[in-house]
């Protein structure tokens, strides 16, 4: 998968998870600007590779031009996640796009709804715990589809990268499972602690979706 098809894998998780955000309908448009900012953030750079994705950056800057209007937003960003995931499985494998997309949208979705909580933390935390549970399952789905395409075994000469992709991708299965233990635990500070530990597996998670993809 080369670079403009892993930025369109990881908007249109962006998106998908902006517009499930929208969706709730528990955060202000300042929520909105800042997820359809960071999915144009990694969008038009796949865009310059790929034309086709423009079509999804049009339409998550209209997704940001309708934050005041959540439902209109969460359709404009999930139309956007659309445009970008056909643009992923077109260029790359079609499985592995969704995969990916869930992986990493769902991971940082996470990560940016909990530093939200920080601004207000009356925000209801199912939301978050929902979030670390897709993160959970998607981690374990997008390894699984990794390694059924290629990504293991490895050549000898890829062991370190081999290794190294195992051990991120379980260890962001683990910090995101702790993200949910830690949002059971009452006052503030537990958001505090799982929004610095889903910070923690987005880091995780880039290496680990990336060098599963170059391992295949």
């Known amino acids: 998968m080369d670079p403009s098809s892993f930025l369109a894998v990881w908007a249109a998780g962006v998106a998908a998870g902006s517009a499930l955000v929208a969706y709730w309908r528990i955060v202000g448009p300042g929520y909105v600007w800042l ?83 920080l601004v207000d933390p009356r925000l209801p935390r199912l939301a978050l715990r929902t979030l670390a549970q897709i993160g959970v399952a998607a981690a374990v789905a997008d390894t699984a589809v990794a390694a059924a395409l290629g990504a293991i075994p490895w050549p000898a000469s890829d ?19 702790a993200v949910w233990f830690a949002l059971r635990e009452r006052g503030y500070p537990a ?11 987005l880091l995780t ?12």
Not at 78 to 103: D, K, Q, R, W
Not at 162 to 174: C, D, E, K, P, R
Not at 191 to 201: C, E, F, I, K
């Open 35 to 117: 997820s359809s900012g960071v999915t144009l953030l990694f969008g038009i750079p796949a865009a310059l590779g790929v034309e086709a994705a423009w079509a999804g950056c049009v339409l998550i800057a209209g997704g940001g031009l309708l934050a005041r209007r959540p439902i209109a937003a969460a359709v404009a960003a999930a139309a956007a996640a659309a445009v970008f995931m056909i643009v992923a499985a077109v260029e790359g494998t079609p499985v592995l796009a969704v995969s990916g997309a869930l992986f990493l949208g769902g991971v940082t979705t996470e990560m940016m709804l909990g530093h939200w909580y």
């Open 159 to 177: 062991a370190v990268m081999g290794w190294a992709f195992l051990v991120l991708a379980a260890t962001t299965s683990l910090l995101m499972t």
């Open 205 to 216: 998670a880039i290496g680990a979706a990336a060098l599963g993809r170059a391992l295949i």
């Open 191 to 201: 958001v505090m602690a799982a929004t610095g530990l889903s910070y923690l597996a």
